[in-house]
């Protein structure tokens, strides 16, 4: 097949070469502000590099499109009017799910098949091999591709965006997991007890995750005042070892939005599902006046 490629950074010059050696064609990239490394790889893969979208589109049998999330809905609407009916156009941004329909629906008004796919991993780790989620009614179709390139791929839905919806999803537990860990091993490696903390926490590791972040949820509004406190007296830990609690900030704030809820609105106990249903009472944005 003939690819091109939209967006020449680490994640669309991983592709390119990986596709490449699956014995596709990479042979156009198109990026606004090439870099010297992807000056380098257009060489060894003998692909034409131009800075914006031009008839030389129409070649392609697949797009790979790899820019920033921000200019992905731009960049369809561009492209668009250049590829051939029933091409292939595949959005790897992390753009707003809303962005993402509107560029499926550019690309279908000139017969061009949209599929949303996220990348679900660190492809600096794992590369081209990274698990990527696909949306979209011929999500399908990318799957041969996933698969030449050893990656695990799954079709999560048919309307595009919903495969960058879970991976935002993703986020905010992988980046929130990350932003915690930092302030918690800082914090223990400082006091001399990050083996022993690392027991200590071994116990969450008996159960599968789904069933842990259930019974985080569920007990916690019921001893969320507690918990405010218990986490005040972290924070002040930090505090003493010059440590800025930036994140647990955040955590002590939701905690206080939890407790200010009980006093309006009563909780009794129930399913997962009337845990989440009385939280999204409390964490609802009060609409501007």
């Not at 699956?22 to 131009?50: F, M, N, Q, T």
């Not at 561009?78 to 707003?96: E, G, I, N, Q």
């Not at 930090?238 to 704030?253: D, F, R, V, W, Y």
């Not at 009980?262 to 009472?281: D, R, T, V």
Request: hydrophobic fraction near 45%; proline fraction near 4%; glycine fraction near 8%.
């Amino acid at each position: 097949m003939k690819i091109a490629l939209i967006g020449g950074g680490e994640v669309g010059q991983c592709y390119a070469h990986a596709l490449q050696q699956a014995g596709h064609s990479l042979y156009l990239i198109i990026d606004s502000h090439p870099s010297e490394s992807l000056k380098a790889s257009c060489e060894v893969l003998g692909a034409a590099l131009v800075q914006e979208p031009d008839a030389a589109l129409g070649e392609a049998d697949v797009v790979l499109c790899a820019a920033f999330g921000s200019a992905a809905l731009a960049i369809a609407q561009a492209a668009a009017p250049w590829l051939k009916a029933d091409s292939l156009y595949v959005d790897l941004t992390t753009a707003k799910p809303a962005d993402i329909l509107r560029a499926s629906d550019v690309m279908a008004q000139h017969q061009v098949r949209f599929i949303d796919v996220a990348i679900a991993g660190a492809i600096r780790v794992l590369k081209e091999k990274t698990p990527l989620l696909l949306a979209g009614e011929q999500a399908a179709d990318f799957l041969p591709y996933a698969q030449q390139l050893g990656a695990p791929a799954k079709v999560v839905g048919t309307e595009p965006g919903a495969a960058v919806s879970l991976k935002l999803l993703r986020s905010i537990f992988t980046k929130g997991c990350e932003a915690l860990a930092v302030e918690c091993l800082v914090t223990a490696e400082q006091k001399g007890l990050r083996q022993q903390l690392y027991e200590v926490l071994s116990d969450i590791d008996e159960r599968p995750l789904s069933e842990f972040l259930e019974a985080c949820v569920n007990s916690h509004v019921i001893h969320a005042r507690r918990r405010l406190a218990e986490v005040g007296e972290a924070m002040e830990q930090m505090q003493s070892l010059g440590i800025n609690p930036i994140a647990s900030q955040g955590i002590q704030a939701l905690f206080q939005n939890t407790v200010q809820g009980l006093e309006q609105s009563p909780y009794q106990a129930g399913s997962i599902e009337h845990s989440l249903k009385w939280l999204q009472g409390s964490l609802q944005i009060a609409p501007k006046p």
